[in-house]
């Protein structure tokens, strides 16, 4: 299945198999040969595009010394089928040979990759040809591969690790975006970012204006979140007033994909658009969007967004309590190569106390939590 998604400029999906063959050394019985095989891809950015690898068994003939029926190759338990992100490595690790034969896996890689300047979800197969003989008491293992059914020259080693060619991705472009389900958008654990980003008419049916002080010194009439962050973020500034006495106020909750859209051709106008788009993010992209985050500032500041937030008492118990409530600092310091965007001590993002806890401490930006949960 090909299905085209958006235009892009450059990209190519790295995919690198390696085999490692290995023998073992004792006397009388044929020592079995150990193949293993990993995978990697390679996008060159930290990016939260998923592939997904599955190691299937295609065929098996059997060697001229192999008498028994035909058996089941067993697959290294729960390795059949491995999902990873850019950057990462799938292992099938030691696929065990005890027998002469030949026995033919198959990888198969599901993921995005380009063509003709488009981003397509695609297969690639790899057939992977182990043929096993035996010499003196040991099995040799014997490894080639084909890509969709060509077959790749040169490839032929025995009882060595090898390492095969490439086929890559150099960087997810900034223009591709997978729009996202309303389901998914409801989620507390949502991703938004530049690679994800939400329909123009998403909008969370449970908005509610959040209780707390304004710019103006008033209890807020009109900025929301959703119902749940509205309470935890309500509670969150009352605890700081009633156990350090900070004042913190609220600048900027929930806000539609129109409002999103001045927001950003503000700041486009304001600054060009590579600089706009560090500092803020384009419609349907914004976290703002899914009513979980929230802008902080206070009276000190004039209600400014501004990285002195962090060096602030209130800034500062901001970042050492905020998980407790359930929220995270979404955009950490020195984290915009991966999140694409500045350090931003005052946008708050809401995805629950446990996962907020989780994430504390860690250094973890949400994409990384997403990865390992
Ligand atoms: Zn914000």
Known sequence: MKKLIKKLTMASVLLSLFMLVACGT????LQPATVSIAVGVDVGDSSPEKFTFVLETVSQERG???????????????????????????????????????????????????????????ERIFDVTITVTATGN??????????????????????QSISLPYIGVTGIPENYATEISHADGMSYLALVNRHFRLSSDFSPAD?????????????????????????????MLDTAYEDEGHVIIIVSGYRSYETQTSVHNNHIANRGEAEARRV?????????????????????LGGQLSSQFSSTPEGNWIKNHAHRFGFIIRYPANRE???????????????????????????????????RN
């Open 26 to 29: 004792r006397d009388e019985v």
């Open 64 to 122: 001229e010394d192999f008498t028994d029926a035909p058996f089941e190759m067993p697959l290294p338990d729960g390795s059949s089928q491995i999902e990873i992100y850019g950057g990462a490595n799938a292992n099938f690790d030691n696929l065990t040979f005890e027998r002469a034969g030949t026995f033919v896996y198959r990888v198969v890689q599901r993921g995005l990759e380009v063509e003709d300047d488009a981003w397509l979800i695609d």
């Open 138 to 159: 040991q099995l040799v293992a014997d490894v080639m591969y084909t890509v969709n059914g060509a077959e790749v020259a040169e490839i032929r080693f025995v009882n």
């Open 207 to 235: 908005l509610s204006v959040v209780n707390a002080l304004n710019i103006y010194g008033n209890m807020n009439q009109w900025i929301q979140m959703r119902a749940t962050a509205a309470r935890a973020m309500e509670l």
């Open 280 to 300: 803020s993010a384009r419609p349907g992209h914004s976290e703002h969007q899914l009513g979980l985050a929230m802008d902080l500032s206070t009276f000190g």
């Open 337 to 371: 190569p991966d999140t694409g965007f500045i350090y931003e001590p005052w946008h708050l993002r809401y995805i629950g106390v446990e996962a907020a806890t989780q994430m504390y401490g860690t250094g973890w930006i949400l994409e990384e939590f997403l990865l």
